[in-house]
C-alpha cells in the first residue's frame, strides 16, 4: 500500500446493508479510478446487520486498495462520509452511494474539473441526468432542490446526488451535522471556495433497498435548510489571512 503522500485520491463509499453491492461496486471503482493511481477505495460499513461485513473482507482480499472501516452502531450516513474523510490519506476525496445508483465512471471527469479550475475549486459536485427512483421520489426530490436553490442560492440543480469530489483539506473545515452531505455546495461556498460541476447518468440499485422512506427527509430537510441558512448568515466574510508583524 503505497503511503499517506503518495495518495492521489482516497474514494470513501458509505454503506449499510448493501452486502449483494459490494462486489461488483468495488470492481468498478477500480478499473475506473486506474489512471487515477495511486488512490485508495475506504468502505465505511455503517453497523450493518446484513453479510455487508463478510462481502467486504471478500473484497479486501481481492483488492489491496481496499480499506475497511466499521461503525459498531448505525450512526447515519453523513457520519460514515465523516468516518471515511477523516482517514483518508488523498488530497482528493471521492464520494458515491455504495448501492450502484452513482457510477464510478464519472470519478475521472469530477477530478478533472476540479482540478482544472484551481486551487480555490473546493467541490466538484454531480448532478444526476436519467433519474432512476421512483416518480413520487424523483418529484419530491426535485421540489427539495428547488427550494433548496432558491433559499441559499448555491447555483446547484441537484446537491443530493452522491457522486461528489473535494478536497479533503476543504471538507475539514465544515462544520459538521447529520445531512451535511446534502448541503455541501452553500457550505463549501461558505467557506471562500467555489463550486464546479459536472452531470452524471443515474443508475437504479444493483441490488436490495433504500435505507430511506419518503417522508425521512421531509420534515427534517426543512429543518435542515433553516439550519444551513442561519450558518450562512452567521458568517459575515471569509478572512483573507497575510502575515503581520513585518515593520
Ligand atoms: N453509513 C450509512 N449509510 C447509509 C445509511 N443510510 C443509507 N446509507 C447509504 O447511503 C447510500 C444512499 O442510501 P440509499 O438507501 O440508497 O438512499 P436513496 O438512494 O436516497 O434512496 C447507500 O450507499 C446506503 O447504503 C446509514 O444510515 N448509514
Ligand atoms: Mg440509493
Redesign the pocket.
Same mark, same amino acid.
Given at each position: 500500500m503505497p503511503d499517506r503522500e503518495a495518495i492521489r485520491l482516497s474514494v470513501v463509499?458509505?454503506?449499510?446493508?448493501?452486502a449483494g453491492n459490494i462486489a461488483p461496486l468495488v470492481v468498478e471503482i477500480v478499473a475506473a479510478c486506474a489512471p487515477l493511481r495511486p488512490f485508495e477505495i475506504v468502505y465505511?460499513d455503517?453497523g450493518s446487520t446484513d453479510g455487508t461485513p463478510a462481502a467486504l473482507a471478500a473484497a479486501r482480499a481481492r483488492h489491496p486498495e481496499l480499506r475497511v472501516l466499521r461503525h459498531r452502531e448505525?450512526c447515519? @450516513?453523513s457520519a460514515?462520509v465523516r468516518t471515511g474523510v477523516l482517514a483518508a490519506r488523498g488530497e482528493l476525496v471521492a464520494t458515491l452511494? %455504495?448501492?450502484g @445508483?452513482n457510477d464510478p465512471a464519472f470519478i475521472p471527469a469530477l477530478v478533472a474539473v476540479l482540478t482544472e479550475a484551481g486551487p480555490q475549486a473546493g467541490l466538484a459536485q454531480g448532478q444526476r441526468i436519467g433519474r432512476k427512483?421512483g416518480r413520487l421520489k424523483t418529484i419530491q426530490s426535485r421540489i427539495a432542490n428547488g427550494v433548496r436553490g432558491r433559499i441559499l442560492q448555491d447555483a446547484t440543480r441537484d446537491t443530493g446526488c %452522491?457522486l461528489k469530489v473535494f478536497r479533503r483539506a476543504v471538507y475539514l473545515r465544515l462544520p459538521y451535522f447529520d445531512a451535511l452531505h446534502r448541503f455541501m455546495p452553500a457550505l463549501v461556498a461558505r467557506e471562500g471556495f467555489f463550486v464546479v460541476h459536472a452531470d452524471v447518468v443515474d443508475r437504479p440499485?444493483f441490488t436490495g433497498r433504500?435505507?430511506?422512506g419518503l417522508f425521512d427527509r421531509l420534515w427534517v430537510g426543512i429543518l435542515d435548510l433553516a439550519g444551513v441558512w442561519w450558518l450562512i448568515r452567521r458568517r459575515r466574510r471569509v478572512p483573507q489571512v497575510e502575515q503581520g508583524g513585518m515593520e
Amino acid at each position: 500500500m503505497p503511503d499517506r503522500e503518495a495518495i492521489r485520491l482516497s474514494v470513501v463509499v458509505p454503506v449499510k446493508n448493501e452486502a449483494g453491492n459490494i462486489a461488483p461496486l468495488v470492481v468498478e471503482i477500480v478499473a475506473a479510478c486506474a489512471p487515477l493511481r495511486p488512490f485508495e477505495i475506504v468502505y465505511v460499513d455503517d453497523g450493518s446487520t446484513d453479510g455487508t461485513p463478510a462481502a467486504l473482507a471478500a473484497a479486501r482480499a481481492r483488492h489491496p486498495e481496499l480499506r475497511v472501516l466499521r461503525h459498531r452502531e448505525s450512526c447515519g @450516513q453523513s457520519a460514515a462520509v465523516r468516518t471515511g474523510v477523516l482517514a483518508a490519506r488523498g488530497e482528493l476525496v471521492a464520494t458515491l452511494d %455504495g448501492d450502484g @445508483q452513482n457510477d464510478p465512471a464519472f470519478i475521472p471527469a469530477l477530478v478533472a474539473v476540479l482540478t482544472e479550475a484551481g486551487p480555490q475549486a473546493g467541490l466538484a459536485q454531480g448532478q444526476r441526468i436519467g433519474r432512476k427512483d421512483g416518480r413520487l421520489k424523483t418529484i419530491q426530490s426535485r421540489i427539495a432542490n428547488g427550494v433548496r436553490g432558491r433559499i441559499l442560492q448555491d447555483a446547484t440543480r441537484d446537491t443530493g446526488c %452522491g457522486l461528489k469530489v473535494f478536497r479533503r483539506a476543504v471538507y475539514l473545515r465544515l462544520p459538521y451535522f447529520d445531512a451535511l452531505h446534502r448541503f455541501m455546495p452553500a457550505l463549501v461556498a461558505r467557506e471562500g471556495f467555489f463550486v464546479v460541476h459536472a452531470d452524471v447518468v443515474d443508475r437504479p440499485r444493483f441490488t436490495g433497498r433504500s435505507n430511506y422512506g419518503l417522508f425521512d427527509r421531509l420534515w427534517v430537510g426543512i429543518l435542515d435548510l433553516a439550519g444551513v441558512w442561519w450558518l450562512i448568515r452567521r458568517r459575515r466574510r471569509v478572512p483573507q489571512v497575510e502575515q503581520g508583524g513585518m515593520e
